[in-house]
């Protein structure tokens, strides 16, 4: 017994305790709220998938020329008078570091140095609420007058109107449409201030467009060519104009025929060299035509022989 009880006590010390991680209840409810968002954003890609394009552009108004420092709960605050708002979403961000995300770019608020100002989307329940919230158009906020319209007059361009239009150019890149209103505010009542800028860098190209409330600020605006200054640059005014769309030749596929004049058949030539020889035909050479002739010859000669001789067997028999 005593043998058997030591070999037990051996055999114990060699078993090693395994420690089990207790969670504390703050971990999980941790783990139960990313379950919670997990799910959340699930059902959200969902909906979006089934939703009609033409209905979410309708709900939805862009936002343009916002602040670079302005946040979502900010822009929901301002455009919540006018209905209770969906999703806000922030677009055009350039991050300082190329290789950092867009969204780590804007928690850190590291952007790039000559971006100053981004976009945004805003979707509305209903689509009389952006209708109404288009009355924000040309609102000054933050020292920046915002562009509002809505997504589905960006895409059909039926707003946009030439006859109340200019095109400037030979603008600084680093050129604002605040600077621009400014320079044309005097015109009159201006509508929208819009400059063409890079996708990648947010740098201005250089030209852009202005679109007044009446067409008499357009005439005042053309009157300012060549005495107008942004920054550095005389810049320089021309009235919009819409230019006609390229539509591409349809190709046939069907090949084309040649005429008929110019159409001759080999037949119908024939070589000026007497070498025997036809375009499109191989005439006969003169050997070939001599030994046919010769034979020719022989046959003749051979019936007129057999005629005479049938003759000649004819008047023996009639003498006999």
């Avoid at 783990?31 to 998938?49: D, H, L, M, T, Y």
């Avoid at 209770?84 to 995300?101: C, E």
Wanted: aromatic share 6%.
């Amino acid at each position: 017994m005593t043998s058997d009880l030591s070999a037990l006590f051996n055999n114990a010390k060699k078993v090693t305790l395994v420690s089990v991680p207790v969670r504390d209840e703050s971990e999980n409810e941790a783990v139960e709220e990313e379950a919670v968002v997990e799910s959340k954003k699930r059902k959200i890609k969902e909906e979006r998938e089934y939703e009609d394009p033409s209905v979410v552009n309708a709900q939805t108004v862009f936002v343009g020329n916002v602040p670079i420092g302005c946040t979502q709960k900010e822009l929901r605050t301002l455009f919540s008078q006018y209905g209770t708002v969906k999703s806000v979403r922030l677009r055009n961000l350039i991050p300082l570091n190329p290789k950092q995300g867009k969204r780590l770019a804007f928690i850190k608020k590291e952007f790039h140095p000559l971006q100053k100002t981004i976009t945004a989307y805003i979707r509305f329940t209903d689509e009389t609420e952006a209708e109404d919230a288009t009355s924000l158009n040309g609102h000054l906020y933050k020292e920046h007058h915002l562009r509002v319209d809505v997504a589905h007059d960006l895409d059909t361009n039926s707003k946009h109107d030439h006859k109340r239009s200019i095109f400037i150019g030979n603008l600084p890149f680093d050129a604002n449409d605040d600077d621009v209103w400014k320079a044309f505010e005097e015109c009159g009542e201006i509508d929208s201030v819009r400059l063409v800028r890079d996708r990648a860098t947010s740098v201005g190209k250089g030209f852009g467009y202005v679109l007044f409330q009446d067409e008499a600020s357009v005439g005042l605006a053309l009157r300012m060519n060549e005495n107008c200054k942004i920054g550095n640059r005389m810049i320089r005014i021309k009235a919009a104009v819409k230019k006609p769309k390229h539509v591409k030749p349809k190709m046939s596929t069907k090949k084309p025929r040649r005429p008929k004049d110019k159409f001759i058949s080999k037949k119908s030539v024939r070589s000026d060299t007497n070498d025997g020889v036809m375009q499109g035909r191989v005439e006969k050479r003169p050997s070939v035509k001599l030994r046919k002739e010769n034979q020719k010859k022989n046959k003749k000669n051979h019936s007129t022989k057999t005629n005479n001789t049938n003759k000649d067997i004819i008047q023996f028999q009639k003498k006999k």
